[in-house]
């Protein structure tokens, strides 16, 4: 499709599990970002992707929390021994780069820890 | 620090009313500012943004804002909304740097009332 993709779309996890989310960025936009949203919260920076350069990981909430970007396309968010406060809509989004150009978001992933 | 406020979490609005969405954030040289919205349910999409030039912004469903950089405000404003408006609006900012990471408000909810 041409748009950002997320999946999964829905994800129910136990306490202390690992879960990884997945996002396909519009092909050919170099920045892609991870977002939390949580209710009242707004919106989370937690990372950003530009190219090759380092991440920008200054949002990540704690070490249990990682994301790669493999081959400058596809992004996984990994949040290890999760917690209930982890539930949240998480959201990515992509855009061409750096500059004024806008992101354009996927629909998120709804994660919720029992 | 790099920031953005939207001061009303919440704004309740009859329909046909004119309102205005409020939106600051911290003092930079270069920043590129944007609206989003997210109807129920659905995903974060552009409403309008502002890169250079005039000050004044129209975007999609007769929305507008000002950017004011003096004040570093960029309120959005519709002269009379619809039933259909209501929804949550985020103001988010980019600022020039390095980084160039896009930062979000913690969002305003629209809620238009018969």
């Known amino acids: 499709g041409a748009g950002v993709s997320q999946s999964p779309s829905n994800k129910v996890t136990e306490k202390g599990k690992d879960v990884e989310l997945r996002c396909d960025p519009i092909?050919?936009?170099?920045?892609l970002y991870w977002y939390r949203q949580s209710l009242g919260q707004g919106l989370e920076f937690l990372i950003y992707f530009q190219g090759n350069s380092a991440p920008d990981k200054s949002g990540l909430p704690s070490d249990r929390f990682s994301a790669e970007r493999t081959g400058g396309s596809v992004s996984t968010l990994t949040i290890q021994r999760t917690q209930q406060e982890d539930s949240a809509v998480y959201l990515c989004?992509?855009?061409?780069?750096?500059?004024?150009?806008?992101?354009?978001f996927g629909q998120g992933t709804r994660l919720t820890v029992v | 620090a790099q920031s953005v406020t939207q001061l009303d979490s919440q704004v309740p609005v009859f329909e046909e009313a004119p309102v205005e969405l409020r939106c600051n954030y911290s003092?930079?040289?270069?920043?590129?500012l944007f609206w989003y919205v997210q109807y129920p349910n659905q995903g974060l999409q552009l409403l309008l943004k502002?890169?250079?030039?005039?000050?004044l912004v129209k975007g999609i469903n007769g929305f507008e804002a000002e950017f004011n950089k003096s004040q570093t405000s960029f309120h959005l404003r519709k002269p009379s909304v619809h039933i259909s408006d209501t929804a949550e609006y985020f103001c988010?900012?980019?600022?020039?740097?390095?980084?160039?990471?896009?930062?979000f408000g913690t969002g305003t909810l629209l809620a238009v009332q018969p």
């Open positions: 502002y890169l250079s030039g005039s000050t």
């Open positions: 988010a900012v980019r600022y020039g740097g390095a980084t160039n990471k896009l930062i």
């Open positions: 003092s930079s040289v270069s920043v590129y």
């Open positions: 092909s050919g936009h170099t920045a």
């Open positions: 989004a992509s855009s061409l780069g750096r500059g004024s150009t806008e992101a354009f």
